[in-house]
């Protein structure tokens, strides 16, 4: 199947158009949630039970570096990219052990400073990002991800299947981008796979 019934237009972008607004009161958001004490890394957790202390960890679509910061005082190597400028700049302000930049997901092209494709053994991209893409970013945005996952690297997804990306869309976007559906699950804690939400990891087929 193709993701060709996805929205003509990244949400994100969309929002900030309609709302310029939008990005500043959603990182005063989780500035105000974590402040106040409550739990903003289950994801981030994760992540780190999986990763070697001081693996490479992308944060894709890691908003103002909630997650990507946590890990990053874990004691891994992160970056971070996001699409939006001005959560990036708070990334960078409220996080600055990580590395953050500015890109779009379908066009992610990192590098060393030797000039060579930055690889990553573990990328997260949570926080429903991969149902903000547009239709047409959707498979370029996988593909790029798994050009710069390391040969054993793990993807880490998760998104609400309400949110118009069907799984098996997804899992055919993967296949098409050179992934491979690993596990399924419904929540960052791991239950059972269900039809609410979506937590996969997924490895190079």
């Known amino acids: 199947m193709s993701t060709t019934d996805g929205p003509a237009e990244n949400l994100w972008t969309a929002a900030l158009r309609r709302d310029p607004e939008h990005a500043h009161r959603y990182a005063e958001r989780w500035r105000r949630l974590e402040a106040s004490g409550q739990d903003i890394h289950g994801e981030a957790r994760l992540l780190d039970a999986m990763a070697a202390r001081g693996a490479r960890i992308l944060d894709a679509g890691c908003g103002s570096g909630r997650l990507g910061g946590h890990l990053a005082r874990a004691g891994h190597d992160v970056t971070g990219v996001d699409l939006d400028p001005h959560l990036i700049d708070v990334a960078r302000a409220d996080h600055p052990g990580a590395r953050w930049e500015v890109g779009n997901l379908a066009a992610l092209d990192l590098q060393e400073e030797d000039g060579t ?28 991800l798994a050009e710069h996952l390391a040969e054993d690297g793990r993807l880490v ?10 799984a098996d869309d997804f899992a055919a976007d993967a296949a098409a981008a050179g992934l491979r559906l690993e596990q399924r699950f419904s929540t960052w804690d791991l239950r059972p796979a269900d039809d609410r939400f979506l937590v996969g990891i997924l490895g190079r087929a």
Do not use: I, K, M, T
Request: hydrophobic share 45%; proline share 3%.
């Open 117 to 144: 494709r930055s690889r990553f053994d573990l990328q997260l991209c949570a926080g429903n990002v991969l149902a903000f893409l547009a239709g047409a970013e959707r498979r370029p945005a996988l593909a790029r």
């Open 157 to 166: 997804v998760g998104f609400g299947l309400d949110r118009g990306y069907a």
